[in-house]
């Protein structure tokens, strides 16, 4: 890993990005793997390369819903950047790939030495913020269908693929829906020709009729992304 490939990372000045790469180890992503534990101590911050990682929310005890995704445009481990240790949200690994890790204690001594990096970072909590309000009003207000294309897009613009791995079941416990919801959607983009679906293989056909299908939650997080990180 020469090179950060991190958007987050790669924003910074050359010299503040080489001096936090140089506290950072190179990981893989496994896919399953619970990163940050809601309620427990941050240990370490997650820059992702490739691969995907769902941040989730606990209903109650035994069930849990997605409230945000980050890739490599962004971080895991946010709440480090307010001097809080302990997480909000469990972070698990969707799609399997590489990250930069930094522990927390070299992650506080970055930000206090670097005003870019807390610049940075306070422009990536608005996005956050932002993001997670529009998956609130998402989850209360808009139908499955729409909800199921906006999740396939986030997926593909993290996987930087046109097919990806997912099965009915993860897909509804992202959602927090029921499965047959789920499949019944699938099949009514399958039959638009949007993507196609086979034991767990799902490839995206058409990207701007998914667009068309998906609510409008999905062109606000990229918009939000837009106006604060890309300026």
């Known amino acids: ?17 080489k001096a936090l790469l140089a506290v950072c ?10 990163l940050i534990e809601r309620g427990q101590p941050t240990r370490h911050a997650y820059f992702p390369i490739d691969g995907f ?10 069930a849990a819903i997605e409230v945000g995704m980050v890739g490599r ?7 480090l950047a307010l001097g809080v ?4 949200l469990r972070a698990l690994v969707q799609g399997p790939g590489s990250a930069w ?31 997670q309000s529009e998956a609130a009003a998402c989850l209360r207000f808009h139908l499955i269908g729409p909800r199921l ?28 829906v029921r499965r047959v919801g789920v499949t019944t959607a699938a099949m009514a983009l399958q039959r638009r020709g949007l993507i196609t679906y086979s034991r767990g293989e799902l490839k995206v ?27």
């Open 85 to 88: 240790t302990d997480a909000p």
């Open 149 to 176: 294309a906006r999740w396939l897009l986030m997926s593909q613009d993290r996987a930087h693929a046109d097919q990806f791995h997912v099965t009915h079941e993860f897909l509804a416990y992202m959602l927090g």
């Open 101 to 131: 890790r930094v522990t927390a204690k070299d992650f506080d001594g970055q930000l206090a030495r670097s005003a870019p990096l807390r610049q940075l970072l306070n422009r990536y909590l608005y996005v956050l913020m932002a993001q």
């Open 205 to 231: 056909l058409d990207r701007q009729g998914l667009e068309g299908a998906a609510c409008v939650c999905y062109a606000a997080d990229r918009q939000a992304y837009t106006d604060q990180m890309d300026r």
């Open 73 to 79: 445009e962004g971080m895991v481990g946010a709440n």
């Open 1 to 17: 890993m020469s090179k950060a490939e991190n958007h987050l990372i790669e924003c910074l000045p050359r010299s503040e990005r």
């Open 53 to 62: 990682i769902s941040l989730l929310t606990e209903v109650d005890s035994s």
């Open 25 to 34: 180890e190179p990981i893989d992503l496994v896919m399953g793997e619970i």
